[in-house]
């Protein structure tokens, strides 16, 4: 019998009126545990579709489980991550993750730690709905039939009470103590006058001198500005910690000052002027490696090929996996607009799309890519030297690459040296 349809049977006799079951006479009828029988019952709360794949053997009774023990707004996202794709003899194939990685993923990125939660997790009234956390079912560590094997036993499964609670609990506070300063730890965060972002206050971890022998840091002394602030986004939501939020404090604020708007415009150019360095050096290094894979050959067979290219690409960095997919103008947009699941996708397509000659360019390219961005002039390493040994002529690759770049500046500053049409002529009628 399927574990699913077992689990049926048994939720059909724990609901069916006049046998009066419950888990331990279950399990005692079975022969089983009540661990098990609790687990069992829990199958039959997966989604449909979850179901449908269980049914149809598209993945084990162990990830069927883990995924039943989440909430069903998280199921779908859990289902999806149980699997990896793969390429291999010419198609694309999706393979289920082990047990044990599939569990240490929904550990890492879906169960949310109750350890630090600025509430009290015995105090039902927060969220009257919901109870207390101590006494949830959802937590880790009330259901030990369900989640005995769960290496962290304080845990929630279920991020959207666990934040709605945060925030009834940062409401409350607020409404407790209207003088509570309001801050933000996100990086990026704009400043929206109610709440500060992290340029407009310091974080205090006040510090006894007697119990130091160093000096102590600004951050560890109190000043009169000192002031009570709750998080209100960011990490840590919802704790108290002591700001200084006076610009003027001479405490905290003193070597804060307005930068030399010279000095500002200085830097700058000295570091576009480093950004180009850098970028014709990369460029030289692009071209030398295109010279360098027109004259690599190809010794094995396509599937060999495909099968060396494929584990490689899946041993390589994001980034760089992007960087090969620009290369080959798979993908387009800025970094932001292109996503990693494109990526996979673009190169796993280009490499259906090539023959022999083409894989084996592509391996070697893989392999000299590194040495591309490592971009540094003069410098021996394996591009320079796999050049050499293809008689491609880096020093000429070179040249050329910087007639392009001095073409493009010139022309730059060209356009920057003309004169402003209409409006100067328009404002010296005027006045």
């Known amino acids: 019998m399927h574990p699913l349809e077992e689990a049926l049977a048994f939720h059909a006799l724990l609901h069916t009126d006049g046998l009066q079951y419950d888990i331990n006479s279950l399990a005692a009828k079975a022969g089983k545990s009540a661990a098990f029988i609790a687990q069992r019952l829990k199958l039959v709360e997966l989604l449909p579709s979850i179901a449908e794949a269980f049914l149809a053997d598209q993945i084990g009774v162990g990830h069927a489980l883990e995924i039943a023990k989440l909430p069903q707004t998280e199921q779908q996202r859990a289902f999806d991550s149980a699997f990896r794709t793969v390429w291999n003899g010419g198609k694309d194939s999706r393979v289920v993750l082990p047990v044990r990685d599939f569990t240490a993923w929904i550990e890492q990125n879906i169960l949310l730690s109750l350890d630090s939660v600025p509430f009290d997790k015995n105090d039902a009234t927060l969220v009257p709905e919901a109870g207390s956390c101590a006494e949830c079912p959802k937590r880790t560590g009330f259901n030990t039939l369900l989640f005995g094997d769960v290496s962290h036993r304080d845990q929630c499964t279920d991020a959207t009470c666990l934040n709605n609670k945060v925030g009834k609990f940062v409401g409350r506070q607020i409404e407790a103590d209207p003088k509570l300063v309001q801050i933000t730890t996100a990086h990026g965060s704009r400043d929206d006058g109610a709440v500060l972002p992290r340029n407009r ?231």
């Not at 119990?211 to 108290?240: F, N, W």
């Not at 540094?376 to 770049?405: C, I, P």
């Open 201 to 431: 206050y310091v974080a205090l971890q006040l510090t006894n001198p007697a119990k130091v022998k160093q000096p102590l840091s600004p951050y560890q002394k109190p000043c009169k500005h000192m002031a009570e602030a709750i998080v209100v986004d960011g990490a840590e939501r919802g704790h108290t910690v002591k700001v200084c939020a006076e610009p003027g404090c001479a405490v905290h604020f003193a070597n804060r000052h307005t930068p030399d708007p010279a000095q500002l415009a200085k830097e700058r150019e000295q570091r576009r002027r480093e950004l180009e360095r850098h970028k014709l050096e990369t460029t030289v290094r692009h071209r030398a490696l295109a010279e360098v894979l027109r004259k690599v050959g190809a010794p094995l067979d396509r599937a060999d090929l495909a099968l060396i290219a494929n584990a490689m690409l899946e041993k390589t960095e994001p980034l760089r996996r992007e960087t090969l997919a620009r290369r080959h103008k798979m993908v387009e947009g800025s970094a932001s607009e292109v996503t990693y699941p494109q990526v996979q996708k673009a190169l796993q397509r280009l490499l259906r799309q090539m023959d022999e000659s083409g894989l084996s360019k592509f391996i070697v390219e893989i392999v000299l890519l590194g040495s591309v961005e490592s971009a540094s002039q003069g410098e021996t390493d394996v591009l320079t030297a796999t050049a050499k040994r293809h008689r491609v002529d880096v020093a000429k690759v070179r040249t050329a690459v910087e007639a392009e770049f001095a073409a493009k500046q010139a022309k730059a500053e060209a356009k920057q040296k003309q004169p402003v049409k209409k409006t100067t002529a328009k404002a010296s009628k005027a006045a």
